[in-house]
């Protein structure tokens, strides 16, 4: 059987993190270019509407389309929307039927165990994306913390970089795992607003 990681607690510190966001911060800055708060939120939206589809293998639009084709942005129900979404995404990828056999996301072909890394390394990443544009404290899962750095070390040896990512910050392997997570993930951990 694949091993298979518990995306439910990570899912609950995104939904943690959302949930405190004020009206007032929607259109802040954040870590992630041309991508102010709302931007965010609404790729959050995306992510998870669409890893929650390739789980399921439910092939489409969802898990067909490039992230990066249009900067997506938030509905005035956002906040009721997030909730049921996280939930159902950590609910598919408990099946161990979701990490098994071929699925699709980001318009891309990929196995299912590496369709649920990324999974873990989008709510990692962009979890404190949003926790550092709205100065909120972060406190990721550490499975999913633990995975998105294997992951994201293991894309940094490729020989051709994936688009979704930026050049490697270094970061000292002495420093905190997130850091050395964010680093790898192309933004700078000490990034402020």
């Not at 399921?56 to 067909?64: E, Q």
């Amino acid at each position: 059987m694949t091993d298979t990681l518990d995306l439910g607690p990570q899912t609950q510190e995104v939904l943690r993190l959302a949930g405190a966001v004020r009206e007032d911060q929607l259109d802040a800055p954040t870590p992630c270019p041309d991508y102010a708060v709302r931007h965010l939120l609404g790729h959050i939206l995306g992510l998870t509407e669409a890893f929650r589809e390739a789980g399921r293998k439910n092939l489409g639009p969802l898990t067909g389309t490039d992230p990066g084709s249009s900067k997506p942005d938030i509905g005035p129900d956002w906040r009721t929307q997030l909730p049921g979404l996280l939930d159902s995404l950590a609910e598919t990828w408990r099946e161990p039927a979701a990490w098994e056999g071929m699925t699709q996301a980001g318009g891309m072909d990929l196995p299912g165990q590496v369709a649920g890394l990324v999974a873990a390394d989008e709510l990692v990443v962009h979890a404190w994306d949003l926790a550092r544009a709205t100065g909120q404290d972060y406190r990721p899962d550490p499975a999913a913390l633990e995975t998105a750095h294997g992951f994201l070390a293991m894309a940094a040896q490729e020989e051709e970089r994936p688009p979704i990512f930026g050049p490697v910050i270094e970061v000292p392997e002495s420093a905190p795992l997130l850091h050395r997570v964010i680093g790898l993930s192309g933004r700078d951990p000490h990034w402020t607003p």
